[in-house]
């Protein structure tokens, strides 16, 4: 213990020499935070500028341009011209818009069928995607609104005009999430994600930078030459600094913002400390197998980037090719996301988790295969020059 505790002090003064570490590690960590958290504030996109061009200025029009603007979602536009509200669509100022052609009430009235053609901006990913839907639910109430005329005409009971309409009623129940709030859906992962990114750069940046700076010769002559004392007392100082990060997260997450959560919060407090190791873990094994820093940053980034993409949280796994099913897996975030699903959202316990438990414990074993390569490259300061 005693080369154990000469490293930890190496590196605290390391850390204390060097504001990159503080800044990369807390100030990322915080900055992100405070980000999605305020920017999320509100839980779900409101008053999207829809546009609509209504060429047929009837009171039937006019009524459905008004119950758009009435929804929580929309906040109707009016244009003169299709030209006009298709240049502000493409330049980001609008999310969508429609066009509600010349003799709509007059075909309404004529049982004919009229057409209304709606465009929407893709391209803003969840302001489309609210808008189509805001649009195609009023497009739906306003076919049910004009059919419940018709059969009221017809002399046609209350009862079967809506057995008509509406054949069968839905029932929905939004299970962990019940007010439709991204700021829950995404920043429950969102950001132990972003930790996990921060982890894997600053242990491939600690651990690469000895062999940069040509001073890994040093650490090991610290560390009595032994690797293992010397990446345990270099480790201890991150570990000690990404646990009490992981650990306010998670608590600043459901304690503060009170998040909804079925199960224990200090169950997902092992759950992040888990991320955690398994992230350390997979930093070791990177700058082990490419004992080059800027080589192994790169690395390094890619990898958790990826890792949001395949965790499963806004595109299920499932939905995903089948080579990519697998690849999933090789992410400590995918497994973190798991757990969360089951002890946050359906609140199973240990019975539920285990497994994602016992997969983030076998990342440790990752920087097994290249230590023999990284204390090769320490002791004779083989760094691959950029």
Partial sequence: MREIWKVIRREVRIFRQRPVYILASVGVMIFNTVFYVTFMQDGLPHDLPVGIVDCDRSSTSRSFCQQLDATQLSQVVYYDDLHRARRDMQTGRLTAFIVIPEGFNDDIQASRQPHIAYYVNSLYFVGGALSYSSILTMLNLTNGAVQRQFLRARGVSEGEILSRIQPIVLDAHQIGNTTTSYGVYLNSVLLPGVLEMIVILITVYAVGSELKYGTSRHLMKTAGGSLVKAITGKMAVYTLIFTVLGISLELFLYHWLHYPIKGSVWWMCLDILLLVA??????????????NLRLAVSVGAIYSVLGFSLAGFTLPVEAMLPGLRGFSAIFPLRHYYLFYVQEAIFGSGFAGWWQEVVHLLLFLGLPLPVFRRLEDAY??????KD
Avoid: D, H, S
């Fill in 278 to 291: 398994a992230a350390q873990a997979a930093g070791l094994f990177i700058i082990g197998l490419f004992p």
């Fill in 379 to 384: 002791v004779n300061q083989r760094y691959e």
